[in-house]
């Protein structure tokens, strides 16, 4: 089927915000590019994902309506879900991961009201799609895809017909990718009015999906992955999302998480956004593309602003981890008389400080093994921490650099 993108704004024209293509003077500046970011997390339920999935559902019959939808969703589908069903006046059940934030649960509450129903269930967005498939079967409702769909592919397409709008000669184009939908979508509507301009896709280290359905030629079923980007977290890309991606994409990129949360505190210190861990990704690609992008006219999607206020000191001790600024040891004080004092008073440096400290043997205090967190003012001071440490005789294990003990005791 022919994806028509129009046709798919014009479905959408009387539900779906245009968002802003506003243009980012110091990232700009930074980069030595124009950069703009396209603000889908200013979107009526905060993400683009309302897009695809009112799309697909207007599409459906008087007769499929009836009937209902269901659908599986980290968070953004299902709000995006949520909100059609209570714009189209028909039944949803929504099937949520069981780590879904709350934040995110009362959003999809209240944009789907008396609509919707939510069930909780599984570990991941891949057990949570398994539950609601059967639950689709037994009750012969609609399943609405969050990314494996035609319909929902050409909505989310609608992003890319809004930036070319507003801004048709641009060069490269940056787009998150949890399952695919979107850079299937805007990638699809790029690559068919500007065969030269270059696509960009970029997932979250730890569930790096779409990377390595490339790698393999075909979608792969990931053992693990790394849940703290929830909304690119996906362990297995759709087959039809991967044949769209596998044609379209220029560059394929993993961001670690650390560095995408110290995108996403940059976004609010210095240009007042808010942005989810997957809204941030395209943004926190820029640095690895900073050499290839001098001179161009760049779009970052930033594809949703759900963040839990309560992520927070996790999205800042992430952050600080990546940039160097923050390490945790075990220290075997020394047996001798004033060994915790000495090591304040000589070991630490003038801008060093301690953020964390407990004696790991309860029964063994002041001379026992501890567990220190330090934070630095530069990542240069941690070279220097490590010299006192061994001048004035204090054993030390890093526990940054061994990541089964750092799991464990941090």
Do not use: W
């Amino acid at each position: 089927m022919e994806l028509d993108f129009k046709a798919a704004a014009e479905r959408l024209s009387n539900t779906v915000k245009r968002t802003p293509l506003e243009y980012n003077e110091s990232l700009s500046l930074k980069y030595n590019a124009e950069i703009y970011l396209k603000r889908e997390d200013l979107q009526i339920v905060r993400s683009y994902k309302l897009r695809g999935a009112y799309n697909m559902i207007s599409t459906l019959s008087q007769e499929e309506m009836k009937r209902g939808v269901v659908c599986a969703s980290a968070g953004n589908h299902a709000q995006g879900v949520a909100y059609s069903c209570k714009k189209l006046n028909i039944k949803g059940v929504i099937f949520m991961p069981e780590i879904t934030p709350r934040q995110k649960i009362q959003q999809t509450e209240m944009f789907g009201g008396s609509n919707i129903e939510i069930i909780l269930v599984g570990d991941t967005f891949d057990d949570c799609m398994k539950e609601a498939l059967i639950y689709t079967a037994a009750h012969q409702m609609v399943f609405v895809p969050p990314f494996d769909n035609i319909k929902v592919i050409e909505g989310q397409g609608t992003v890319g017909l809004e930036v070319y709008e507003d801004l048709p000669d641009a060069e490269v184009i940056i787009m998150p990718i949890g399952g695919g939908g979107l850079a299937s979508g805007v990638g699809s509507f790029f690559r068919n009015i500007n065969p030269d301009i270059r696509l960009v896709g970029v997932e979250p280290e730890g569930a790096p999906s779409m990377n390595q359905a490339l790698t393999n030629g075909c979608p792969v079923t990931l053992d693990y992955i790394d849940r703290f980007v929830d909304g690119a977290a996906v362990k297995r890309v759709g087959n039809l999302t991967f044949e769209y991606c596998s044609e379209l994409l220029n560059d394929m990129l993993l961001i670690p998480e650390g560095k995408i949360c110290t995108t996403i505190l940059k976004l609010y210190n210095e240009d007042a956004i808010v942005v989810e861990p997957a809204g941030a990704l395209a943004v926190a690609s820029l640095d690895q593309l900073k050499d290839s992008i001098a001179g161009k006219k760049v779009v970052c999607i930033v594809s949703g602003g759900n963040n839990d206020i309560e992520r927070m000191q996790e999205i800042k001790e992430k952050s600080l981890l990546f940039e160097g600024l923050k390490h945790y040891f075990i220290v075997r004080f020394p047996q001798r008389p004033g060994a915790l004092k000495s090591f304040v008073n000589n070991v630490l440096g003038p801008h060093d400080d301690i953020t964390r400290f407990e004696f790991i043997k309860k029964t063994n205090r002041e001379n026992g093994p501890a567990l220190v967190g330090i934070e630095l003012q530069q990542p240069s001071d941690y070279d220097a921490l490590k010299q006192r440490m061994a001048d004035f005789k204090f054993e030390v294990l890093d526990l940054n650099k061994d990541q089964m003990l750092f799991e464990y005791l941090v």
